[in-house]
């Protein structure tokens, strides 16, 4: 079975970095694609943040030039470099991995707490 185990949330003031890992564990054969999603406080949807899909990344707007996604196949392990840190990025945050396994499938981690004081 897999597991996703993230780390590295916490409380920043703004204008601050802080850099979120999630690692993997298991019987993993194939990577299809890893993202970074968060979900901002009184928020039902969760937002796709960063995206990565061999060397391909992808942002939405209001992260670009601020947050770097990447990824270390040795370790099993994806981060979110996250740089000049606003309020507004106050989310809990969750790694996404599409995985094969015993087949393709949807893993997701169980969410680390980003608090960006102002």
């Known amino acids: 079975q897999v597991q996703l185990a993230e780390s590295g949330g916490g409380l920043v003031q703004a204008g601050g970095s802080l850099r979120l890992s999630c690692t993997a564990s298991?019987?993993?054969?194939?990577?299809?694609?890893m993202d970074w999603h968060r979900q901002a406080p009184g928020k039902e949807q969760r937002e796709l943040v960063a995206t990565i899909t061999g060397g391909t990344t992808n942002y939405v707007d209001s992260v670009k030039g601020r947050f770097t996604i990447s990824r270390d196949n040795a370790k099993n392990t994806v981060y979110l470099q996250m740089n000049s840190l606003k309020p507004e990025d106050t989310a809990v945050y969750y790694c996404?991995?599409?995985?094969?396994?015993?087949?393709?499938?949807?893993?997701w981690g169980q969410g680390t707490q980003v608090t960006v004081s102002s």
């Open positions: 298991g019987r993993i054969f194939g990577i299809g694609r």
């Open positions: 996404y991995w599409y995985i094969y396994s015993s087949g393709w499938g949807d893993y």
